[in-house]
């Protein structure tokens, strides 16, 4: 059977997502990461729509790929023209990618209610535009737009659309679902009836591929019904990233095919890039990393409940679908108020720390963490103030720095802007330092003056900052007397860790997970 | 054909995601919408598993619902001893559900392997276990652990669990692909399978559910693959919130169910409610609602600028599947967002406000208040503020008090206890008021002082208190420097209202929610 081809279109129609962009050079190194993954096609832009597009095709001129095939993305020509004198094929060809991929309307309430157009001239549009790129020599792809809706409305017309493609000479044929509003059992249906049809008129094999939205959450599903039906090829993005509810998403889609339906589409080795590639093209496009992502988020392998956490340990089929590792992911057990011992024993080993280890009375941890997280204290979403709290345990636990106290004053006058100031006195190893500093809020003017004084003894704070913060009022029906638990994501490099501060004072839970931040860092290097 | 039921699990399945956890109060105030929205039944959580399910079902016990079932949820009795003497069993009984669904092992593997079980005795339980159950005239669900798995590995033994099950007397059957590992195409062909089976042993027509997880971003999929192959039951979540990468979510399957497969799961009207109810529950959880989530996210029926957009404007269908109001939701184009006003519009309404009234120039307010909203306003949880801020609107609009200045000092020293003390200053009426106060935390003492400072001239300050108190990051990713957003509820008796607040300073956020609070309920007698 031929391998499925996956096409990649993050760079293009993932770049459709609200709060997504891309700059050039951005678009390249994701470019790469693709190849590097063994994508078969990367989908860069729309030349001639944007000055950005046509400088990412002009960067990829230069860059070798080693699987991948760049491709173009654009439309049929105008109404009316010859398709030499359109100025959107000409910039397809001139951009120089070996594929190029257009789309072309199959839905006649777009072709004559929306662009006024005829159902001949829409038509003509398709078979020339395809053939004009094809006499350039290009592999070309033929996106049929809303091919489900228009199907679903004029199947005879549907049809006739992909035969002008294919009298063009395109190599492959794409039905689009571009609304997003088509379940699994119309893909098998209209696309198994739909390639009889091409195959019979054609007396050839016709290669099809599947381009779905997630509007109604089945844009994966679809996409392997398509495969099933005898498609050949996926069109995707990197996380599902695109316009509305996003595109089908190809970090689910491979492993499935690679792992489940026994098609693969890369190999094992480099399926074991797809958790870091997700999160670099999470970072790229400045997204925060959905946890809960099937196959590569954080939580993608996490256990909670003590019950599962030693049926995992026996046997990990148990609980896990598939090996973690064989997608780049891990598995992470989650120390939580229903956390059984075992919990605890696991987390512990995954950070080298033996619990039944002279130096430790295990029961003792077990209990303590239990009290802690009575208080409030949520060690699953805390991995740095846990390794923290684990230090504490061992004998030779020695503090980075003491707090010996801090000052914070926030002021407000009627018409003026709220201004927050702290000072911070620490003792680092019998010296004791005091600082102020100012901050947009307490929490910011807090940070800013521990670092600045402990970056009196430790230059390498330079390097790490904080990229998020939480708070979270536990039960709220205290009022403002509430507890409130404060958790803080720092970044250092590719080091990512989480602490946690409770406190019926907010201001006293953020310095407590802005300490054990700080700690962690420092503990590091030791 | 039997309507399909609907069983919300987000109370309990849901509740195992990570980062999510709820109050007993919390639950019942989601289960009350839940049932507002006609959902089937709803899963509250394990009796005698924790203190804080118990005291669900007893809140949940005076409470009314109107269509809803509670359920309880537990597992089969343990090995070895009677159903009668199982401690687990009796907690389900006393915790006095009309409804009870009980997991059981399907695959040998569990059963032998992880349980050290006979598999026999393991039947034994099942059957006993649920027989207990309706010998207290229990509904009775059986919820088979690792269906599909136990079926792949075993598929004799998997049948006679289920047959164990019938013959205790278990009225509704519900598959679990516990793991998330299983495809549509095999959900398809399994339950149908399986369906035959047991209508044939039995000579009745079982009624089978689906419980999926989304392991394999088919969860949605394969509810819907089992409601075609006869499941006439969907377990799922809210928002799809459950342990790993999340259970079913309901906000996809019933629009499906409504609109597309024309299985109405919940009337026309109860549909408009759901992405409310979606924001609802992200809320109450603390979890940042997810803009690209089908049907009920923010960026769902969203369109950037150009061809997409007057297309739609000539013609919805042309890029948009369904019609957003049918969900709640609305289209929103993102260069200029053409939906805001009729929104504003109802909201005032609903409090009595008509803005085409004479003394209102509700051009200028709507703009207003989208701008307010652009820096993360929220007025549909906030009723009190918004009703402040048409106050203000309002030509004969006097402020209750006037804020002169405020101050707030944290002071912590090592190895005391951290204390906050405000001093406040308003006027009111010409007549100024300095005070100052203690309290647990920055805005406990700000609230402290702020009421005794109000108190000298409003004795009904008295009745008043603050009930809810909730901090949101809003787009943490700045770290510490980010955007907080303040929500209070206050009350008054029977009255309750939510005020809201929004700035770089946390205490500055608190403080304007506080003063809308006031505000607010002194603004009331006049």
Known sequence: MEPVLIFDTTLRDGAQGENISFSPEDKIKVAQRLDDMGIHYIEG????????????????????????????????????IPAEEDANLKALVACGSPAITIFGKTWDLHVVDIMGNTLSENL?????????????????????????????????YAVKTLSAALSGGADIIVLCDTNGGTLPHEVTEILETVKAALDAETGRDIR??????????????????????????????????????????????????????????????????????????SETSNMIPLASRPFVGKSAFAHKGGVHVSAVMKEPLSYEHIDPEDVGNRRRVLVSDQAGRS????????????????????????????????????????????????DKFLLQYEPVF?????????????????????????????????????????????DNALRKALSRFYKELETMHLVDFKVRVMDGRGGTEAKVRVLIESRDGDDIWSTIGVSEDIIEASFEALADSFQYKLAKKK
Chains 1, 2 share one sequence.
């Open 45 to 80: 832009g729309w030349p001639g729509s944007n000055p950005a597009a046509d400088r990412f095709f002009e960067l990829a001129r230069s860059t070798e790929f080693v699987t991948a095939r760049i491709t173009a993305f654009g439309s049929t020509r105008r109404q009316g």
């Open 124 to 156: 003509a549009m398709i078979e020339e535009s395809v053939a004009f790129l094809k006499g350039h020599g290009r592999e070309v792809l033929y996106d049929a737009e809303h091919f489900f809706d228009g199907y679903r409305a004029n199947p005879e």
């Open 208 to 281: 099809m591929g599947i381009h779905a939205h997630n509007d109604c959450s089945v844009a994966v599903a679809n996409s392997i019904a398509a495969v099933q039906a005898g498609a050949i090829m996926v069109q995707g993005t990197i996380n599902g990233y695109g316009e509305r509810c996003g595109n089908t998403d190809l970090t689910s889609v491979i492993p499935i095919l690679n792992l489940k339906l026994k098609r693969p589409c890369v190999s094992a080795e480099n399926l074991k890039k797809l958790k870091p590639l997700s999160r670099f093209v």
């Open 343 to 390: 919990n605890i024993e696991y987390k512990a080993k995954e950070m080298g720390i033996d619990l039944d280890a002279p130096e430790f009375d295990s029961k003792r941890i077990v209990n303590e963490i239990k009290m802690l997280e009575q208080e409030g204290y949520q060690y699953e979403v805390a991995d740095g103030s846990f390794k923290v709290l684990m």
């Open 402 to 446: 003491d707090l010996e106290s801090f000052r914070v004053t926030i002021e407000k006058d009627k018409d003026r802007p709220c201004t927050s100031h702290a000072i911070v006195k620490v003792n680092v190893g019998g010296v004791s330092e005091i600082t102020a500093a100012e901050g947009h809020g307490p929490v910011s003017a807090l």
